[in-house]
């Protein structure tokens, strides 16, 4: 018998809920992606009630669910087989409810979270998550991605923004854990297995937010240093003088800065081209006039002391902007080849030698290339870019992703530090895990979705499970 | 056939290693405890191997393993039953590696609180977890608990501080996940599993450690207040003007602060004792000048406006101790009669009416009473103290108990912000936890520990499960 995938799905969200393996192919599988989206339906329930009527019919059928948000991902770790069901939250993006003085937002997990910064913003209030896809990214999709992005240093990932959250189980059990509290050690706190398990485990349809207060004051510094040792030590400088108000410490390496501040890059240097890293750093305090003061005072010391070797200090709104913008100008990697992106993280005592070893293995095993390093240094996340030739990508992605991933398992790095597994990384999770927490990993797929119909494949395959079976 | 425990454990762990039934007499069962320890045998091992190596054999063999730290638990969540094995990680000491670059640490369990807060200060960094019981306390059992403390609202609760965990599963498996990165979504974050789940998952038996640069600036207030919608808006104002650098926010009724600030206490009233509420508001930043100015132009605008009635300024570091001393003089509830202790969180928005709710309750259910209140308010956690006399304290205990918890329900409220559920709160849980999230705990328990051998009882009691079984 075949099951009438399409038919039953229209049973529970309506007709306009459902579209077909035929109308998926004018839709885009992602937003760096070139090809579309292959499935034998995609749902778009406008509830939880039908998220979960969806999931207990595909359990009951053993019918694979893909679960997606915005589809900004980078590691595939949303693709779909034509046989399985998409499950998008495209119409669930309701924001339900402010609350300026618990300092909470309750919201639908599709979301963008954009949207939420924009409406917390008329409250006098932040949600500090940022990251370039802001205006696409849904907040289900950072939630279930545990996504990181530009103030990690400050907030923390998504993770420790997330209060509470309603999920939809494999066989479609309800989880309402919408737990508003800062503080509530009443068991188990269940959230945080879904929160970075990319729709594996369940699908996330609702989210408690935590909110900050709005800062008032933001100051910004392109700060220039002559050796990696003096990147880590202005690091322990901008943290102790800066006190609880550091909220950014980007590094460049010297080509990454030239790449984007020369020519067809439309952006201009703040400060000379020579030196071997910068460092972009930023704080966000509460007052204008004494935040400017330490802020400046913090970057003069450095000055004197030889620490730093020179220093573009923003004046304006408009220099922060422009700032800013020098840094998300990553597109400027797509001149002239085809850039293979990584995500790496790794201790900051470790950096300078991986990027060494990196630079001369790429150098002896593959052809002309052009290396780019640059990235959160704050968070020990480093972005690592390889360029190839087109005709080459091909060939020379599996040898370069070698290249970059082996060296990590010495120094205790991770393979990914914020973009997750997906399909594309989950060959190298070995890496960064071990089998028994691979196992384990397997232990809990097991236990919530025995007969695994959520995101298959993604981040492990089946395999052994431990813990006292 | 008997079971040989103590003389098996002894082959593991060494002669010295292992406790008898009748030694456990003389040891007390806790910090705050009147009874002694009562088990078959209480174990000491020395190593991971060891634990691994007792776990197997218990698990293979039925028996019970109850996890000890440093038994500063408030509810009986590491009791032992006659027929169980105690593990204590108290041979497990040692501060294994501090690493002032990446700012981390290594720890065994066993190691105390305040042994890591001196060790780490030595470098100019700081481990912000703070409590009371510091000095007896573990890492191991702050980690297995997530313990909170006076720092939350700044630095978060225990498990925003741990990078990695070493774990022994229930049949002995070692789960080694000593992550030392602040950014690794590397597949599933397995150590989340085990943070806050009371020894019910796993033996931790060491942690990695997030460190902070040392705050360089401290500043404080005792603030008196005459509303609490006052107090409400207070803590947004100091928040949005203290920036990143208010560090703690704890809340007095009048009545405790009456308590704490009259003989026979030792402490004397900052400001007069006729305000309804009372602030201990304190900034850690990182320039005595700077930081100093910003904190007392905070109190003046809030005085200027209204907001608040009274303030004292801490003018030194002793002032700053006194002002702790005060907060923390808690055994001043002990005069006079028994007191019982709650630890709960709720909506900020909800405390008035739940504390006049309460004060009503009380009032009409029970007898001759003292109702104090305070709290670490930043966080929405309340402590609640009902002083009854000694006679009648077992009779009245489980009505204080139904009056203090069954409120928070309708206000989302938990049973336990930091305290933990153990044994003296399970009836209670279903307060703040619906039955699909008790029975998803249940399934974690069931696919970690499906012999159920670790601290069996404790959270919950075995029941039906979730997850597409």
Redesign the interface.
């Known amino acids: 018998m075949t099951l009438d995938i399409v038919g039953t799905l229209r049973t529970i969200v309506g007709d306009g809920g459902v579209l077909e393996a035929a109308e998926l192919s004018k839709r885009s599988a992602g937003a760096y992606r070139f090809d579309t989206l292959k499935a034998a339906a995609l749902v778009r329930p406008t509830s939880t009630q039908q998220v979960s009527e969806t999931l207990r019919w595909c ?1 009951a059928n053993g019918v694979h669910v893909v679960t997606h948000g915005g589809l900004t991902g980078l590691v595939h770790g949303a693709d779909a087989e034509p046989s399985d069901v998409i499950l998008s939250l495209e119409r669930m993006r309701t924001i339900e409810e402010i ?5 909470t937002a309750v919201v639908q997990a599709g979301v963008p979270l954009q949207a939420l910064q924009d409406e917390v913003d008329k409250h006098d209030l932040a949600f500090p998550l940022d990251l370039g896809s802001r205006g696409t990214a849904t907040l289900g999709g950072n939630a279930a ?2 996504a ?1 992005g530009n103030r ?3 907030y ?2 998504t ?2 923004m997330i209060l509470g959250l309603e999920v939809v ?3 479609g ?18 959230k ?2 879904f ?3 990319e729709g594996t485990l369940g699908v996330i349809t609702r989210l408690v937010l935590r909110l ?6 933001t100051n910004m510094a392109f700060v220039g240093l002559d050796s990696f040792d003096a990147v ?1 030590k202005f690091l ?1 400088h901008c ?9 950014a410490y980007e590094v460049m390496w010297q080509s990454f800065y030239r790449l984007i501040t020369s020519p067809p890059a439309k952006g201009r240097p703040p400060i000379g081209q020579d030196h071997a890293y910068y460092v972009l750093v930023e704080s ?4 204008l006039d ?2 400017g ?2 802020f400046t ?1 913090a970057m003069e010391t450095a000055l004197e002391s030889g620490l730093i070797a020179d220093a573009a200090i923003a004046q304006s709104e408009e220099d922060c902007r422009a700032f800013w913008a020098l840094r998300d100008d990553v597109g400027q990697v797509l001149q002239g080849g085809l850039p293979i992106v990584f995500d790496v ?5 470790a950096m300078e030698g991986y990027a060494e070893t990196l630079r001369e293995t790429l150098e002896s095993e593959i052809g002309e290339h052009r290396l780019w390093i640059f990235g ?1 240094l704050g ?3 480093l972005h690592v870019v390889v360029q190839v030739k087109p005709m080459e990508y091909l060939a020379l992605r599996p040898k370069v992703e070698a290249l970059v991933y082996r060296p990590l398992a010495a120094c ?10 997906g399909l594309e ?1 989950k060959p190298y ?1 070995y890496v ?3 089998a ?3 196992a ?2 397997r ?2 797929k ?6 695994g ?1 959520l995101n298959p494949g993604k ?2 395959d089946p395999g052994p499970v ?4």
Do not use: C, W
């Not at 900050?212 to 004051?217: D, F, G, M, N, V």
């Open positions: 359990h609350d300026p003085k618990q300092r991605t545990n990181g990690v240093i400050r923390g990932m993770r420790e189980l494999a066989d059990t309800v989880l309402s854990s919408l737990n508003h509290l800062i503080k509530n050690n009443a068991g188990y706190d269940l945080q297995l929160i970075g398990s900050r207060e709005k800062p008032l004051a880590a322990k943290d102790r003088a800066l006190g609880g108000t550091l909220s966000q305090g509460s007052d004494l935040d003061q330490r005072a993280s790794l201790p900051i005592t959160h968070d020990g996340n205790n790095g991770s393979v990914s530090a914020e973009h997750g597994i990384k999770l960064s895990r071990s028994n927490e691979i384990l990993m232990t809990l097991q236990a919530l979705d025995p007969k119909i981040i492990f431990v813990g006292g079976r």
